[in-house]
DNA sequence: AGCGGTCAAGTTGAT
DNA sequence: ATCAACTTGACCGCT
């Protein structure tokens, strides 16, 4: 059956992970800012149970774990190592718990880095703190047992062939950790699923199909034949990813994200599967239980 | 408790 | 030139 993935935060439920700005942390001592940066990782890492907890209750397969769990960790200046923090080693074990409660509970956990990490750039610095970026998340990937950091190709630059030529470089530089858990994602604005399926070919990647992003920046190919070939580049739970346009298909822009799912944007070719869906929607865990009341109330209705 | 200005980072396309 | 969009609006000083 289907897992249904939520990204991040929660709507209703009170379950907070916490940040910092660096304009705010920067004006502390260094002891008070690592009693502080310490304090909101441990926060963090309990708000993370908490999530695992709701997630497993309420029928969620799959949660998302945002980029800052560690707040400011590979800032330039501000970054840290969680274990040089007061109590860190504490911290990294209650993360370590974290991922063993998520297998005893059969959760699937991802990384989705932010829209900063280019490994296609021509800015050699851009890619290094991409690097960095992701080197931090495969860390925290492996403590708490995530299997996928999923990103975008980044920009066109006005020659997509060759920005991936440069993406392909970079891979080289990655650790296993981060290898072995990367994918990449079809965007909206420059990469469509037909210029990213050969790359991760090559690469020997996975490729998460946003069929909403390919519906927005649509490449010829259906949803049907995009999904058989996204299947084939798993070795393990395919990844996919869903939403609905907030002001609808026919609206001024369809690609911000609904609140919830229309029940016409779930692709009927993924019914059945084995795969994980996250749900981009605004209303979250909300929006989670009514895509999946709707899809169980299909399903009976339609034998 | 609530308000408003502000916040590390890149790229794109609409206005 | 500015802005919103993207995986998530949240933080923080002020009243």
Redesign the pocket.
Known sequence: MIRLGL???F?KEPI????????????LTPAERAR?LAA?CAANAAALRASLEYCAAHGIGCF?V???VL?????????YDLKDLPGGEAIVKAFKDCGAQARRLGLRLTF???????L????P??TA??VK?LEYQAQVAGWIGADVINI?A?????DKPA?LGRAAAALKKLSGAVRSRLAF?N????YTPSDLLPFCAGQKLPFVY?V??HRCLPDGRSAEETTALALKTWDREPLF?L?SP?FGWRG??P???HDYIDLKDFPSCWRGLAITI?V???A?ELAIKRLRRQLLARRAGRK
């Not at 707040?71 to 970054?79: I, Q, V, Y």
């Not at 989705?112 to 280019?118: A, N, S």
């Not at 980044?154 to 006005?158: L, T």
């Not at 965007?187 to 420059?190: A, E, F, M, V």
């Open positions: 990204c991040c935060k709507e907070k992970f916490l940040t910092a700005t660096a304009l705010h942390a920067g004006k502080k909101l998302r945002n980029s800052q707040p400011l960790a590979t800032h330039p200046e501000l970054g989705h880095p932010d829209q900063f990490i280019l296609s750039s021509p800015n610095a851009v703190a991409s970026e975008h980044g920009g066109a630059y006005g920005a994602e965007d909206d604005r420059s946003d909403h992003h990813h939403s907030k001024p822009d690609r911000p994200h996250e981009e929607a605004k979250k």
